[in-house]
Protein backbone atom coordinates (compact mmCIF):
# COMPACT_ATOMS: atom_id res chain seq x y z
CA UNK A 1 0.00 0.00 0.00
CA UNK A 2 3.04 2.53 0.73
CA UNK A 3 3.27 2.58 -3.27
CA UNK A 4 -0.01 3.43 -3.40
CA UNK A 5 -0.08 5.93 -0.72
CA UNK A 6 2.66 7.82 -2.30
CA UNK A 7 1.45 7.94 -5.64
CA UNK A 8 -1.90 9.40 -3.96
CA UNK A 9 0.08 11.97 -2.22
CA UNK A 10 1.70 12.96 -4.88
CA UNK A 11 -1.64 13.59 -6.80
CA UNK A 12 -2.79 15.16 -3.87
CA UNK A 13 -0.03 17.58 -3.68
CA UNK A 14 -0.38 18.74 -7.35
CA UNK A 15 -4.12 19.37 -7.26
CA UNK A 16 -5.90 23.14 -6.60
CA UNK A 17 -9.35 21.78 -5.30
CA UNK A 18 -9.76 18.07 -4.04
CA UNK A 19 -13.42 16.75 -3.30
CA UNK A 20 -14.68 13.91 -2.31
CA UNK A 21 -17.60 11.48 -3.38
CA UNK A 22 -18.87 8.87 -0.82
CA UNK A 23 -21.61 5.80 -0.82
CA UNK A 24 -22.90 3.16 1.34
CA UNK A 25 -19.17 1.13 1.58
CA UNK A 26 -17.89 3.87 3.66
CA UNK A 27 -20.61 3.10 6.60
CA UNK A 28 -20.15 -0.15 6.42
CA UNK A 29 -17.46 -0.72 9.32
CA UNK A 30 -19.89 1.89 11.60
CA UNK A 31 -22.15 -1.15 10.99
CA UNK A 32 -24.73 0.23 8.72
CA UNK A 33 -24.77 -2.80 5.79
CA UNK A 34 -25.01 -1.89 2.44
CA UNK A 35 -28.84 -1.91 1.77
CA UNK A 36 -28.59 -4.27 -0.89
CA UNK A 37 -25.99 -6.53 1.03
CA UNK A 38 -27.35 -9.50 2.83
CA UNK A 39 -28.78 -8.32 5.86
CA UNK A 40 -28.80 -4.77 4.55
CA UNK A 41 -32.05 -3.28 4.52
CA UNK A 42 -33.76 -4.23 1.10
CA UNK A 43 -32.74 -8.02 2.17
CA UNK A 44 -35.82 -7.79 3.91
CA UNK A 45 -37.99 -4.77 2.58
CA UNK A 46 -38.83 -4.08 -0.64
CA UNK A 47 -37.77 -0.60 -2.06
CA UNK A 48 -40.79 0.00 -3.75
CA UNK A 49 -43.12 -1.21 -1.30
CA UNK A 50 -41.30 0.82 1.81
CA UNK A 51 -39.16 3.85 0.28
CA UNK A 52 -41.02 4.95 -2.78
CA UNK A 53 -43.06 8.29 -2.46
CA UNK A 54 -46.28 6.03 -4.44
CA UNK A 55 -45.90 3.96 -0.67
CA UNK A 56 -45.52 7.09 1.89
CA UNK A 57 -48.93 7.98 0.31
CA UNK A 58 -50.52 4.57 0.44
CA UNK A 59 -49.09 2.74 3.36
CA UNK A 60 -47.66 5.12 5.53
CA UNK A 61 -47.46 2.91 8.42
CA UNK A 62 -45.09 0.09 6.11
CA UNK A 63 -43.30 2.73 5.42
CA UNK A 64 -42.87 4.08 9.04
CA UNK A 65 -41.86 0.55 9.87
CA UNK A 66 -38.76 0.78 7.31
CA UNK A 67 -38.07 4.37 8.49
CA UNK A 68 -37.95 3.00 12.49
CA UNK A 69 -35.41 0.32 11.61
CA UNK A 70 -33.61 2.38 9.59
CA UNK A 71 -33.56 5.51 12.42
CA UNK A 72 -32.41 3.60 15.20
CA UNK A 73 -29.69 1.87 13.45
CA UNK A 74 -28.39 5.44 12.60
CA UNK A 75 -28.85 6.85 15.61
CA UNK A 76 -26.42 3.77 17.15
CA UNK A 77 -24.17 3.99 14.63
CA UNK A 78 -20.81 5.96 14.97
CA UNK A 79 -18.46 7.77 12.50
CA UNK A 80 -15.65 5.22 11.64
CA UNK A 81 -11.67 6.40 11.05
CA UNK A 82 -12.53 6.46 7.53
CA UNK A 83 -15.22 9.48 8.43
CA UNK A 84 -13.00 10.91 10.33
CA UNK A 85 -10.04 10.91 8.22
CA UNK A 86 -12.27 12.70 5.72
CA UNK A 87 -13.23 15.56 8.50
CA UNK A 88 -9.70 15.29 9.01
CA UNK A 89 -8.79 16.53 5.43
CA UNK A 90 -11.32 18.78 5.19
CA UNK A 91 -9.99 20.90 8.21
CA UNK A 92 -6.74 21.00 7.57
CA UNK A 93 -7.62 22.78 4.05
CA UNK A 94 -7.07 19.68 1.72
CA UNK A 95 -10.28 18.61 1.09
CA UNK A 96 -13.54 20.64 -0.47
CA UNK A 97 -16.45 19.73 -0.76
CA UNK A 98 -17.73 16.01 -0.11
CA UNK A 99 -20.73 14.75 -1.72
CA UNK A 100 -22.50 11.48 0.02
CA UNK A 101 -24.90 9.49 -1.23
CA UNK A 102 -25.37 8.56 1.93
CA UNK A 103 -28.59 9.37 4.55
CA UNK A 104 -26.67 8.21 8.00
CA UNK A 105 -25.32 11.48 8.98
CA UNK A 106 -22.05 9.87 9.99
CA UNK A 107 -19.85 12.41 7.92
CA UNK A 108 -21.62 15.55 9.96
CA UNK A 109 -21.30 13.20 13.01
CA UNK A 110 -17.63 13.10 12.08
CA UNK A 111 -17.27 16.40 11.85
CA UNK A 112 -17.45 17.12 8.07
CA UNK A 113 -18.57 20.96 7.39
CA UNK A 114 -19.28 21.43 3.65
CA UNK A 115 -21.47 17.98 3.20
CA UNK A 116 -23.32 17.74 -0.07
CA UNK A 117 -25.93 15.15 0.37
CA UNK A 118 -27.30 13.52 -2.57
CA UNK A 119 -30.16 11.15 -1.13
CA UNK A 120 -30.96 13.88 1.66
CA UNK A 121 -30.58 12.72 5.40
CA UNK A 122 -32.23 11.08 8.02
CA UNK A 123 -31.42 14.17 10.54
CA UNK A 124 -34.42 16.25 9.55
CA UNK A 125 -38.10 15.84 9.69
CA UNK A 126 -40.86 17.21 8.39
CA UNK A 127 -45.06 17.28 8.47
CA UNK A 128 -45.56 17.01 4.75
CA UNK A 129 -48.96 19.14 5.39
CA UNK A 130 -47.91 22.31 7.26
CA UNK A 131 -44.49 21.92 6.59
CA UNK A 132 -43.41 22.03 10.41
CA UNK A 133 -39.94 20.57 11.20
CA UNK A 134 -39.49 17.74 13.74
CA UNK A 135 -36.81 17.14 16.04
CA UNK A 136 -34.49 13.91 14.88
CA UNK A 137 -33.84 13.50 18.42
CA UNK A 138 -37.81 12.43 18.77
CA UNK A 139 -37.61 10.34 15.65
CA UNK A 140 -34.88 8.39 17.36
CA UNK A 141 -37.39 7.56 20.86
CA UNK A 142 -40.39 6.50 18.64
CA UNK A 143 -41.42 2.97 18.93
CA UNK A 144 -43.43 0.44 17.05
CA UNK A 145 -46.75 1.97 18.62
CA UNK A 146 -46.12 5.75 17.28
CA UNK A 147 -46.16 5.05 13.66
CA UNK A 148 -46.74 6.22 11.37
CA UNK A 149 -45.24 9.26 13.19
CA UNK A 150 -48.21 12.20 12.64
CA UNK A 151 -48.23 15.72 13.21
CA UNK A 152 -50.17 17.90 15.71
CA UNK A 153 -51.75 18.77 12.60
CA UNK A 154 -53.22 15.39 11.31
CA UNK A 155 -50.47 15.83 8.56
CA UNK A 156 -47.77 12.68 8.13
CA UNK A 157 -44.09 13.30 9.38
CA UNK A 158 -41.20 12.35 6.60
CA UNK A 159 -37.58 12.37 6.64
CA UNK A 160 -36.10 15.10 4.59
CA UNK A 161 -34.90 11.63 1.94
CA UNK A 162 -35.19 11.37 -1.80
CA UNK A 163 -37.23 8.24 -1.68
CA UNK A 164 -37.95 6.29 -5.04
CA UNK A 165 -39.50 8.50 -7.96
CA UNK A 166 -38.80 11.67 -6.27
CA UNK A 167 -36.13 13.93 -7.94
CA UNK A 168 -32.23 14.80 -6.39
CA UNK A 169 -33.04 17.99 -4.38
CA UNK A 170 -32.28 21.49 -6.52
CA UNK A 171 -29.81 22.62 -4.11
CA UNK A 172 -27.68 19.25 -4.02
CA UNK A 173 -27.26 19.24 -7.61
CA UNK A 174 -26.47 22.91 -8.02
CA UNK A 175 -23.96 22.34 -5.21
CA UNK A 176 -22.59 18.87 -6.90
CA UNK A 177 -22.07 20.85 -10.39
CA UNK A 178 -20.09 24.00 -9.10
CA UNK A 179 -17.57 21.35 -6.43
CA UNK A 180 -17.14 19.13 -9.73
CA UNK A 181 -16.53 22.12 -12.22
CA UNK A 182 -14.12 23.43 -9.64
CA UNK A 183 -12.16 19.77 -8.98
CA UNK A 184 -9.32 19.24 -9.93
CA UNK A 185 -8.74 15.94 -8.13
CA UNK A 186 -11.75 13.99 -6.63
CA UNK A 187 -11.53 10.52 -3.91
CA UNK A 188 -14.07 8.27 -4.66
CA UNK A 189 -14.91 6.13 -1.54
CA UNK A 190 -16.84 2.83 -0.85
CA UNK A 191 -19.34 3.33 -4.40
CA UNK A 192 -18.78 1.56 -7.24
CA UNK A 193 -20.09 3.69 -9.36
CA UNK A 194 -22.89 2.13 -11.29
CA UNK A 195 -25.71 4.72 -10.89
CA UNK A 196 -25.17 8.44 -11.35
CA UNK A 197 -23.88 10.53 -9.98
CA UNK A 198 -21.48 8.11 -9.12
CA UNK A 199 -20.41 7.02 -12.57
CA UNK A 200 -20.50 10.76 -13.69
CA UNK A 201 -18.48 12.70 -11.09
CA UNK A 202 -15.22 11.01 -12.19
CA UNK A 203 -16.00 11.37 -15.95
CA UNK A 204 -16.29 14.78 -15.27
CA UNK A 205 -13.30 15.84 -13.40
CA UNK A 206 -11.12 13.83 -15.61
CA UNK A 207 -12.42 15.19 -18.98
CA UNK A 208 -11.24 18.15 -17.29
CA UNK A 209 -7.39 17.16 -16.67
CA UNK A 210 -8.10 16.12 -13.66
CA UNK A 211 -7.37 13.08 -11.40
CA UNK A 212 -9.55 10.63 -9.22
CA UNK A 213 -7.98 8.77 -6.22
CA UNK A 214 -10.35 5.38 -5.56
CA UNK A 215 -10.64 3.70 -2.37
CA UNK A 216 -13.22 0.55 -2.68
CA UNK A 217 -13.37 -3.19 -2.17
CA UNK A 218 -13.73 -5.33 -4.99
CA UNK A 219 -14.49 -4.61 -8.80
CA UNK A 220 -15.72 -0.99 -9.68
CA UNK A 221 -17.35 0.55 -12.27
CA UNK A 222 -14.01 2.94 -12.10
CA UNK A 223 -11.90 0.69 -14.27
CA UNK A 224 -9.74 2.86 -16.46
CA UNK A 225 -11.08 5.56 -14.68
CA UNK A 226 -9.16 5.71 -11.51
CA UNK A 227 -5.44 7.43 -11.44
CA UNK A 228 -4.83 5.42 -8.24
CA UNK A 229 -6.79 2.79 -7.02
CA UNK A 230 -6.82 1.12 -3.65
CA UNK A 231 -8.70 -2.31 -3.19
CA UNK A 232 -8.30 -1.62 0.56
CA UNK A 233 -10.73 -1.07 3.57
CA UNK A 234 -11.15 2.84 3.49
CA UNK A 235 -10.91 3.00 7.19
CA UNK A 236 -7.26 1.50 6.81
CA UNK A 237 -6.58 3.54 3.61
CA UNK A 238 -7.90 6.82 5.04
CA UNK A 239 -6.14 7.83 7.96
CA UNK A 240 -2.79 6.88 6.43
CA UNK A 241 -3.73 8.90 3.39
CA UNK A 242 -4.96 11.90 5.67
CA UNK A 243 -1.42 11.26 7.94
CA UNK A 244 0.59 12.41 4.72
CA UNK A 245 -1.72 14.59 2.80
CA UNK A 246 -2.01 16.58 5.91
CA UNK A 247 1.40 17.03 7.50
ZN1 LIG B 1 -48.45 19.33 10.32
Not at 105 to 121: P, R, T
Not at 155 to 182: N, Q
Not at 235 to 246: F, N, Q
Amino acid sequence: MDGLLHDAMDLWRRSRRAIAFTGAGISVPSGIPDFRSPGGLWSHFDPQEVASIQALHANPTGVWEFLLEAVTMFTRAKPNPAHLALARLESCGKLGTLITQNIDGLHQAAGSKDVVEFHGGCQRFYCMRCKREYDPAAAARLTRNDIPWLCACGGLIRPEVVFFGETIPHEAMRRTGEAVSEADLVLIVGTSGEVAPANLIPRQVKADGGHVIEVNLGPTAFAGVSDVRFDAPAEVVLPALADLVCA
